[in-house]
C-alpha cells in the first residue's frame, strides 16, 4: 500500500507564499513516479494543478503557472508545492496524488491517479 499525507496549509494573505508538501510511505515503485497536486474548492471539481514525472519534468496548470513551482526529492519521498503570489481564488482543499507510473498524462486527471492524501486546506482571503 501506499500513503500520502499532505503538509503545509494554511491562511496567507493575498500575495503571500506557502510550501505544501507530501510525504509518501510503502511501496513507491522505485521513487520514481508520477506525483501531482490536485486542488478542489467546495462547489468546484476537483482540478489538476501540477504534475512531476520521475525524471522531474513538470507540467502546470495554466491558471498557476508561473507561480506555483513543483518538485521532488527521490531519495526522501518527499514531493511539494512552491505557492508564491497566492490570490483569493487559489482558495481550495489540495490533494496530493501518485500513480504507479514513471510518467504523467499531458492532461491531468484525477482519474488517472490510484493513490491520494487526505488533503490541506489553502485559504487566502479576499
Known amino acids: 500500500q501506499v500513503h500520502l499525507v499532505e503538509s503545509g496549509g494554511g491562511s496567507v494573505q493575498a500575495g503571500g507564499s506557502l510550501r505544501l508538501s507530501c510525504a509518501v510511505s510503502?511501496?513507491?515503485?522505485?521513487?520514481?513516479?508520477?506525483m501531482a497536486w490536485f486542488r478542489q474548492a467546495p462547489g468546484d471539481e476537483r482540478e489538476g494543478v501540477a504534475s512531476i514525472q520521475g525524471d522531474g519534468y513538470a507540467r502546470y496548470a495554466d491558471s498557476v503557472k508561473g507561480r506555483f513551482t513543483i518538485s521532488r526529492d527521490n531519495a526522501k519521498n518527499v514531493h511539494h508545492l512552491q505557492m508564491n503570489g497566492l490570490k483569493p481564488e487559489d482558495t481550495a482543499m489540495y490533494y496530493c496524488?501518485?500513480?504507479?507510473?514513471?510518467?504523467?498524462?499531458?492532461?491531468?486527471?484525477?482519474?488517472?491517479?490510484?493513490?491520494w492524501g487526505q488533503g490541506t486546506q489553502v485559504t487566502v482571503p479576499s
Open positions: 510503502g511501496d513507491t515503485y522505485g521513487n520514481n513516479n508520477c
Open positions: 496524488a501518485s500513480r504507479k507510473w514513471f510518467g504523467c498524462n499531458a492532461s491531468l486527471r484525477a482519474a488517472d491517479f490510484e493513490y
